[in-house]
């Protein structure tokens, strides 16, 4: 059974930056794709980000592109999302999700393709 734990999360002034952090488990981590979701308050989950399992292919969302970066490090079984010129409307709770295939080659965005289960992290942005 996949086990996934976010940290990393916190409370940010807006323009400031955070990492967040993944560990997967019950996975070869290597052979699948994963992926970043958020979810405000009074608002449906949302695709911020993905990267491959070879990790040489990413896709972000619009409203993130070219302010977070999404990276992995297969020898810690960790995927990280950093986050820098945070704006108030960033403020989500954060879930990582791996692919529910191995060697999953996209679409990326949609959230049924992937495995959640971890309680998320809390990333508030002040304005």
């Known amino acids: 059974q996949v086990q996934l734990v976010e940290s990393g999360g916190g409370l940010v002034q807006a323009g400031g930056s955070l990492r967040l952090s993944c560990v997967v488990s019950?996975?070869?981590?290597?052979?699948?794709?994963m992926g970043w979701f958020r979810q405000a308050p009074g608002k449906e989950r949302e695709f911020v980000a993905a990267i491959s399992w070879s990790g040489g292919n990413t896709l972000y969302a619009d409203s993130v592109k070219g302010r977070f970066t999404i990276s992995r490090d297969n020898a810690k079984n960790t995927v990280y999302l950093q986050m820098n010129s945070l704006k108030p409307e960033d403020t989500a709770v954060y879930y990582c999700?791996?692919?529910?295939?191995?060697?999953?080659?996209?679409?990326?965005?949609?959230?049924?393709?992937?495995?959640?289960g971890g309680q998320g992290t809390q990333v508030t942005v002040s304005s």
């Open positions: 019950g996975r070869t981590f290597s052979s699948y794709t």
């Open positions: 999700a791996v692919s529910k295939i191995p060697y999953y080659s996209g679409p990326y965005y949609p959230q049924s393709h992937y495995d959640t």
